[in-house]
Nanobody, 125 residues
Framework: QVQLVESGGGLVQAGGSLRLSCAAS????????MAWFRQAAGKEREFVAA????????YYADSVKGRFTISRDNPKNTVYLQMNSLKPEDTAVYYC??????????????????WGQGTQVTVSS
């Protein structure tokens, strides 16, 4: 019921910032829980951040807590990931994911039904 397209990735220096965007198509965007995952080359896809359908609850992986902020603008059908104080270990392809509203702020990959194509984030040392 929803298609997701990420944008905003790129090459930045350590300590820099990027804001990723995930544009969703579909009239029921506001009913979906949203999350960001990332996958470094040769590694498993890992959870980064999640936000509830209303935006009232957020949850972050310990590795990004205090540096990354997930937010959403339902009228614009967009979810964001503001990434500050970037580290080389943040280098990965970042994926946007959507799931039913009952998902809440889950970190489990298998509860999300829809995925974007990914956007590359590279942090140089």
């Amino acid at each position: 019921q929803v298609q997701l397209v990420e944008s905003g990735g790129g090459l930045v220096q350590a300590g820099g910032s990027l804001r990723l965007s995930c544009a969703a198509s579909g009239r029921t965007f506001s009913s979906y829980a949203m999350a960001w995952f990332r996958q470094a080359a040769g590694k498993e896809r890992e959870f980064v951040a999640a936000i509830s359908w209303s935006g009232g609850r957020t949850y972050y992986a310990d590795s990004v807590k205090g540096r990354f902020t997930i937010s959403r603008d339902n009228p614009k059908n967009t979810v964001y990931l503001q990434m500050n104080s970037l580290k080389p270990e943040d280098t990965a392809v970042y994926y946007c994911a959507a799931g039913p509203m009952w998902v809440g702020v889950s970190s489990s990959r298998n509860v999300y039904d829809y995925w974007g194509q990914g956007t590359q984030v590279t942090v140089s040392s």
